[in-house]
C-alpha cells in the first residue's frame, strides 16, 4: 500500500550540499512523523533526523544538527533533507520511514514504512 521514494542522493564534494527527497503514495501521512535514518559500510544504521506530524519538533542527531535540516510538505506527501557543509564522514545509504505514533522519534524499531535508501556519497 504505502511506498516510500528517495531520490537526490549522489556523489558531492565535502563542503557541498545535497538536497534528499522522500515522496510517499499509497496514503496521506500527514499525521505521521517522518525520519531519516542512515547506515555506513561495516557500521550499524543510525538515527538522522525526524520531523513531528505539525513539524513542530525536529529532532537531530549530535553529528549533523546545524548543518542538516528536515522539512515536510504535506501537500505534496513528501520529506525533505537539506544537507549542508557535507563531510566525507556522512557517506551512507540514506532512508526515510514514517512513524505512525506522531512523535519523530529516533527508536528505527517505532517506523512502520521504509524506502528503499538512496546512497550518499562525500569525497574530500
Same mark, same amino acid.
Given at each position: 500500500q504505502?511506498?516510500?521514494?528517495?531520490?537526490?542522493g549522489?556523489?558531492? +564534494? &565535502?563542503? $557541498?550540499?545535497? #538536497?534528499?527527497?522522500? @515522496? *510517499?503514495?499509497?496514503?496521506?501521512?500527514?499525521?505521521?512523523?517522518?525520519?531519516?535514518?542512515? +547506515? &555506513?559500510? $561495516?557500521?550499524? #544504521?543510525?538515527?538522522? @533526523? *525526524?520531523?513531528?506530524?505539525?513539524?513542530?519538533?525536529?529532532?537531530?542527531?549530535?553529528?549533523?544538527?546545524?548543518?542538516?535540516?528536515?522539512?515536510?510538505?504535506? @501537500?505534496?506527501?513528501?520529506?525533505?533533507?537539506?544537507?549542508?557543509?557535507?563531510?566525507?564522514?556522512?557517506?551512507?545509504?540514506?532512508?526515510?520511514?514514517?512513524?505512525?505514533?506522531?512523535?519523530?522519534?529516533r527508536?528505527?524499531?517505532?517506523?512502520?514504512?521504509?524506502?528503499?535508501?538512496?546512497?550518499?556519497?562525500?569525497?574530500?
Amino acid at each position: 500500500q504505502v511506498q516510500l521514494v528517495e531520490s537526490g542522493g549522489g556523489l558531492v +564534494q &565535502a563542503g $557541498g550540499s545535497l #538536497r534528499l527527497s522522500c @515522496a *510517499a503514495s499509497g496514503r496521506t501521512l500527514s499525521s505521521y512523523a517522518m525520519g531519516w535514518f542512515r +547506515q &555506513a559500510p $561495516g557500521k550499524e #544504521r543510525e538515527f538522522v @533526523a *525526524a520531523i513531528s506530524w505539525n513539524g513542530g519538533r525536529t529532532p537531530y542527531a549530535d553529528s549533523v544538527k546545524g548543518r542538516f535540516t528536515i522539512s515536510r510538505d504535506n @501537500a505534496k506527501n513528501t520529506v525533505y533533507l537539506q544537507m549542508n557543509s557535507l563531510k566525507p564522514e556522512d557517506t551512507a545509504v540514506y532512508d526515510c520511514a514514517a512513524d505512525g505514533t506522531g512523535w519523530g522519534t529516533r527508536v528505527a524499531q517505532t517506523y512502520d514504512y521504509w524506502g528503499q535508501g538512496t546512497q550518499v556519497t562525500v569525497s574530500s
